[in-house]
Each structure stands twice: as C-alpha cells, then as structure tokens.
C-alpha cells in the first residue's frame, strides 16, 4: 500500500482543516515547497496537494505554488480543488502535475469525466468525499444526494481506475478511518481505492493495507508528529 503525504493549500501556506471547516484551520508552514521536499526525502513516492482555495473558488486558484512544488521534487504529484471543467484540468498538467482528482464533476457531469478518462487516461483520479456515505461537493460546503457506492460504481463504468475517498467526519481528527465505509468501495475488477481521512497511527495504516486498500493520504498526523513517514513507509510499503 502506497502512503501518500499531503499538503493542503490555502493563500500560499500548508494547513489542515478539521472536517474540511474552513473557520477550523491550523497553519503548519509558510513554505509548502519545503514541505514537499521534506516528504520526498523521508521517501514519499507521490505526493498530494489539495488547492483549498481553488475548491471553493470553483477554479485552481495556487497555481505558481503548484508549478513550483512539481519543479522541486522528482516524485509524481497529484493535485485536487477546483477542477470543474476541461480546461481547468488541462491547464492542472501543464502545471506539471501527473494526476488530477475530480470530485465535483464527477457528480454534476459524469459526461465531462468519461471524455478527460478517454483523454487522460489513469492519470484522472476520482476524489469521492462523503458524510454518513453520502457525497459532498464544492469543497465539501454542500451535499449531493448520490451515495458513494453508488458514485463509485458509476465511475468504474465509465473507466476510472482509482478513486480517493474520504470520510469528511473523520478528516483532520486523528481518530480512526472508516473502514467499513472504504472498505465497501473495493471490488476485485473495480477501481483501486485509496484512503484518506482520520488516520492517526500505523496501525490504522495496517488495517486498511488489510482490507485491499491501495494507498492512504496522511495529513495532519504527519503534521502533529503522530506518525513519522519514513518509519510507516518502512513498515507499510517495504514490510518493516
């Protein structure tokens, strides 16, 4: 299972949200391009970057910050916020970025996803964020009436072959993910999952790497010093 470092965007700084409340915001670096540096050396092997401003903004909003993390570290990056519509995501890899994770669309125009899939490929990752198992959009400032296994089977047929999902209620808590809920989106043939969301411990890492889970996104346990990322990737991705 891959682990994967974020780093979460807002006026050019490195913050956590808890439960993606914006008025609920912890700054943890003035220089997120460091921070990307600093992942990369304790051996992240991509790296994912949520442009906050950009969620809510409806359109990438940190763009020469984006550019310059890609420009300094070797590692492939993913990057998600904003990114609404072809020409948004089209301008997201002429940043440098490797994959871009779709959540909004995916719900208003499937369409528009099923033609960046035939366009882009595996490098269209779709970010599925959901409270009590039903999706949130616009920066998770509003809900759709769509649940997420629903959403992921309906992403699956349309080609997608990887799906972040995110528990909104246990983000940025460092409680526990919620593995049945990530646990009910792995198919045999279906989409790989990656997890995001309330991870705390190495042990909550184990157990998701149990389940089927391709990879996990780890915030603000990074952030707090609950979980050193060159000792989980040792553990994790290379069996201690």
């Known amino acids: 299972m891959q682990l994967i470092p974020a780093i979460d965007l807002r006026d050019g700084r490195c913050v956590r949200l808890v439960q ?29 970057i949520v442009d906050l401003d950009g969620a809510k903004a409806g359109r990438p909003t940190q763009t020469s910050t984006i550019a310059a993390i890609t420009k300094a ?28 994770i779709l959540g909004t669309v995916a719900v ?29 959009t616009e920066g998770w400032l509003a809900s759709s009436r769509q649940r997420a296994t629903e959403l992921a089977e309906q992403m699956a047929q349309l080609g997608v072959a990887r799906i972040i999902y995110t528990d909104i209620s246990r983000d940025g808590t460092l409680s526990e993910p919620n593995y049945a809920q990530t646990a009910a989106l792995v198919t045999p043939t279906g989409p790989a999952i990656v997890a995001s969301g309330g991870i705390a411990r190495v042990e909550h890492l184990a157990r998701l790497a149990e389940l089927g889970i391709s990879g996990a996104i780890i915030g603000t346990a990074l952030y707090t010093g609950h979980i050193d990322l060159a000792s989980a990737i040792q553990t994790i991705e290379h069996g201690g």
């Open 73 to 100: 570290v070797g590692v492939p990056v993913q990057l998600g916020g904003g990114l609404r519509d072809a020409a948004s995501v089209a301008a997201a890899f002429e940043l440098g970025v490797s994959d871009v």
């Open 108 to 136: 208003r125009n499937p369409e528009l996803v099923a033609e960046l899939v035939a366009q882009y490929g595996k490098a269209i990752t779709i970010g599925i964020d959901a409270r009590n198992g039903v999706v949130a």
């Open 20 to 48: 993606g409340d914006f008025e609920q915001t912890t700054v943890y670096g003035d220089d997120p391009v460091a921070v990307a540096q600093q992942w990369e050396a304790a051996g992240a092997s991509r790296i994912h």
